[in-house]
């Protein structure tokens, strides 16, 4: 943990994810962290899409750490036991008020460790491990995860190998969802833990001063009227204006997917990332 502060009214804590070498501390990854309810804000980090070519092919999955030398993350939760399938199906049989309602949904998709900050953006292994860390991940419906979540994070980090672009990146989360009705979903007790309802993943460009904003609904049981769900971060969808539209960001069952500025971002998440801009960031079909 570090002494500097974020978030609303800067009342969170920035935390450090990275490694040592030679008795120094590299971080790769900032997280904006909210200790008291568990869950992170957003994660920071570089896409270097100038070095990308040399990038190292991750040679095994290694498993998520709780992190901190100091203690202070996820006091009093154990984030295995309550993301491990048994915990989950307990968590959306409350909600639903049926075992057999859980099952069928979770037979469906079930919910991950969602990455924030995503491994495959990193060049080197040793990153590729720091983000192994379960403050730069969020309850995530598998099928969004493998879905157009992942068609974001292939078409940006293909776009910024392409055009050689090195890109701050923030990678967030916003608001609690509910299923059928039911109250918001919480993995852990005490309303810690959310499930989000949208991720966000605000993409800003130095050298130009663009930026663009990717916003994904995290329930992919949701009807095509869910579409106005987005309006309340992104009141226009600008991804085929900016170039970034796909055709399954439209399917509700991979997640749907809406793009805006950074501007309507913080203005519609507190304590987002502000950052000046010119414009929007062009994508590889604009």
């Not at 008291?36 to 498993?63: C, E, I, M, V």
């Not at 037979?107 to 379960?134: E, V």
């Not at 993943?201 to 106005?228: E, M, W, Y």
């Amino acid at each position: 943990m570090t002494r500097r502060r974020c978030g609303p009214e800067s009342k969170l804590h920035v935390f450090e994810l990275g490694f040592n070498v030679s008795r120094r501390w590299l971080p790769a990854i900032e997280v904006c962290h909210d200790t008291d309810a568990a869950n992170t804000l957003y994660s920071h980090h570089r896409l270097l899409g100038s070095l990308q070519r040399f990038r190292r092919k991750q040679t095994a999955r290694p498993s998520f750490s709780q992190g901190s030398e100091t203690g202070t993350l996820y006091v009093g939760v154990s984030p295995p036991k309550v993301y491990s399938p048994s915990a989950v199906l307990e968590t959306l049989a409350a909600a639903l008020g049926s075992r057999e309602a859980a099952s069928q949904m979770l037979s469906q998709s079930t919910l991950s460790r969602g990455h924030l900050a995503p491994s495959g953006d990193f060049i080197l292994n040793t990153q590729q491990h720091a983000s192994f860390f379960y403050a730069n991940a969020a309850p995530q419906w598998q099928t969004f995860n493998h879905g157009n979540w992942l068609s974001v994070e292939s078409a940006l980090r293909n776009h910024a190998q392409r055009q050689s672009l090195d890109l701050e990146v923030w990678t967030g989360t916003h608001g609690v969802l509910s299923l059928d009705d039911t109250e918001e979903l919480y993995l852990a007790g005490g309303r810690r833990i959310a499930v989000p309802l949208f991720f966000w993943k605000l993409v800003h460009d130095p050298r130009s001063g663009t930026a663009i904003v990717f916003v994904g609904l995290n329930n992919p049981f949701a009807t095509c009227k869910a579409v106005q769900v987005l309006t309340q971060v992104c009141p226009e969808n600008v991804c085929t204006k900016a170039g970034w539209a796909r055709r399954n960001w439209n399917r509700p069952s991979k997640g749907l997917i809406t793009c805006c500025s950074a501007q309507e971002l913080a203005a519609a998440v507190p304590g987002a990332p502000q950052v000046n801009v010119t414009g929007l960031l062009r994508g590889p079909r604009a």
